[in-house]
C-alpha cells in the first residue's frame, strides 16, 4: 500500500472500530435496562418494559442507523468524504453523553436516536473513501473490517469489564470520550479521496464521456434517475443480499446475552471466586460483596472478536474468488449454524462455544464479500449513492431483525426465532448463487 493508502486506511480503521464499538456495547445494556426500567412513558400512554417493547426502542436506533445511510451516500458524493466522518465521531460521542445522563427509557431511546443518526453517514462515507482512494481496494477493506471487529469485540468487552466496577450511565460516559477525540483527528487527516479512480475520469473525460468519478447526484431527479438506474441492474439483487444480511445479524445478535444468560454454564460468577484475596482487596472488592461476573457477557464478545478472523478472510477472498459464489456459501453455513444452535446449546457450554466460533466467523465473512460486491455492479461516481442503499438494506431494514427477534421471543420461543434466521440466511444463499450463474463466473 502506498502513502494514500495507509493514510486513507488508517482514518478508515478508526472510525470503524468507533461506530462498531457503540453499536455492540448496546445489547449489554439491553441486559441491564430490562432489570432497571419497568415502563417506557410517553406522557399520555406507559408501555411495559419486555423483550418485545424494548426490541422497538433499538430498533429505532439502528433503524436510523441504516436509513440515513442513504442521504449520507449522496451528501458523500457531493462533500466528500473526510467531513462527514468528522461529524459521525462528534455525533456518537455526545449520543453517549447523553445516554449516561438518561434518566428514563424515554431519554435512552433519544440517545440511541442521535446515536443512530450520526452513525448512519459512516458507512457510505467510508466505504466510498476506500473504493475511491485506495488502490489495493481488498486489502483496504480486509484492515477495515478487521478494525470494525476489534471495535465489535473489544467495545463490548471493556464495557462487560467497566459494568463490574461502575454503573452503566458511567460507562456510557465513559465510552463517550473516545469519539469525540477521535472527531478531531479525523479533521485534520491529510490525503486524496480520489486517488483510485483520477485516471479512470481522466481516460472518459478525454473520450469526451460524462465520467461520474466525482460527479456525485446534483438533484432529486438526478437522484430518482440513477437510483432507478443502480436498482433496474444486479444492483438489486445485492440489495435483496445485504436485507438479509441486516436481519440475520441484528436478528442473531441483539438478544444474544439475555438468550445466554439463562443456559447452563452461563449462572453468574461472584467476583470473590476469581480473583486473589490480595488482588481483590486492592481493587475494593471484599469476600462477601455482591458484585458478580456475567459469563454471556464475555461470550457475546468473544463471539465479535473472532469475527475479526471472518472480516480478513473475506476481504481477501474477494481479490481471489467470484464474490457470488463466496455469497452464497457463507449464507449456507450460516443457515446451518441458526439450526444448530438450539441442539447445541443443550449439549453444555463447551459444544456452544465452539459452535459460537464459527458463528462469530461467518457473520462477517460475508461483510467484505458484499461490500465488494456493491462496488462490482455500481459505477464509480455514484458509489456513495450505492454504499448508502447498501447500508439501508443491511441497517435500516435490518434494524427490523431486532423488532422481530424480540417478538418471536416474546410470543414463540427460541427454537422458532433461529428457524427464521436460518430462512432468511438460505433465501441470501440462493441469491448469491444466481448472480454468479447470471454473471457466468
Known amino acids: 500500500m502506498n502513502a494514500n493508502d495507509r493514510a486513507i486506511t488508517a482514518l478508515v480503521m478508526l472510525a470503524h472500530a468507533a461506530v462498531h464499538t457503540y453499536e455492540m456495547a448496546v445489547p449489554l445494556f439491553v441486559v441491564v435496562w430490562l432489570t432497571e426500567f419497568d415502563v417506557i412513558s410517553l406522557g399520555i400512554a406507559q408501555f411495559e418494559v419486555t423483550t418485545a417493547t424494548l426490541g422497538v426502542v433499538v430498533t429505532l436506533g439502528y433503524g436510523l442507523f441504516g436509513l440515513g445511510a442513504l442521504p449520507g451516500g449522496i451528501l458523500v458524493d457531493r ?94 460516559l465513559i465510552l463517550g470520550v473516545p469519539a469525540l477525540l477521535a472527531a478531531v483527528y479525523a479533521a485534520r487527516a491529510n490525503f486524496d479521496e480520489t486517488a483510485a479512480v483520477e485516471d479512470v475520469a481522466e481516460g472518459a473525460a478525454a473520450d469526451g464521456g460524462s465520467s461520474k468519478a466525482d460527479a456525485g447526484v446534483d438533484s432529486l431527479g438526478e437522484f430518482v434517475t440513477e437510483s432507478r438506474r443502480l436498482l433496474a441492474g444486479g444492483f438489486l439483487l445485492v440489495f435483496v443480499v445485504v436485507m438479509c444480511s441486516g436481519l440475520y ?7 444474544l446475552p439475555e438468550l ?120 464509480a461516481g455514484t458509489r456513495g449513492l450505492s454504499y448508502g442503499f447498501t447500508y439501508l438494506g443491511v441497517f435500516g431494514v435490518g434494524a427490523l431483525g431486532g423488532t422481530i427477534a424480540g417478538a418471536i421471543l416474546a410470543f414463540a420461543g427460541v427454537a422458532e426465532l433461529f428457524l427464521t434466521l436460518a430462512v432468511i440466511a438460505t433465501a441470501a444463499s440462493g441469491v448469491g448463487l444466481y448472480l454468479g450463474r447470471a454473471a457466468g463466473r
Open 260 to 379: 445466554l444468560r439463562g443456559l447452563p454454564g452461563f449462572e453468574p460468577i461472584p467476583v470473590t471466586e476469581l480473583l486473589p484475596a490480595s488482588v481483590g482487596s486492592a481493587l475494593g472488592v471484599e469476600a462477601g460483596d455482591a458484585q458478580t461476573i456475567s459469563p454471556q457477557d464475555y461470550f457475546y464478545a468473544g463471539l465479535l472478536l473472532v469475527g475479526v478472523v471472518g472480516q480478513y478472510a473475506g476481504g481477501k477472498l474477494t481479490d481471489r474468488f467470484p464474490v457470488e459464489y463466496g455469497i452464497a456459501g457463507a449464507f449456507a453455513v450460516l443457515a446451518v449454524l441458526a439450526l444448530a444452535f438450539v441442539p447445541v446449546a443443550g449439549m453444555g457450554i463447551g459444544p456452544l462455544m465452539a459452535l459460537g466460533a464459527v458463528l462469530g466467523i461467518f457473520l462477517f465473512v460475508v461483510q467484505p464479500l458484499y461490500q465488494a460486491t456493491v462496488a462490482e455492479y455500481t459505477p
Open 79 to 172: 462533500i466528500g468524504s473526510r467531513r462527514l466522518i468528522s461529524a459521525c465521531l462528534l455525533g456518537m460521542g455526545l449520543s453517549y453523553v447523553l445516554l449516561g445522563l438518561a434518566p428514563s427509557m424515554l431519554v435512552v431511546a433519544l440517545a440511541l436516536v442521535l446515536w443512530g443518526v450520526a452513525a448512519s453517514v459512516y458507512h457510505p462515507a467510508g466505504l466510498s473513501l476506500i473504493s475511491k482512494g485506495v488502490e489495493e481496494r481488498g486489502t483496504g477493506l480486509a484492515y477495515h473490517g478487521i478494525a470494525g471487529n476489534l471495535g465489535i469485540g473489544l467495545g463490548p468487552l471493556l464495557t462487560a469489564v467497566l459494568l463490574l466496577f461502575v454503573e452503566w450511565r458511567t460507562v456510557a
Open 249 to 255: 445479524y441484528r436478528g442473531i445478535l441483539t438478544f
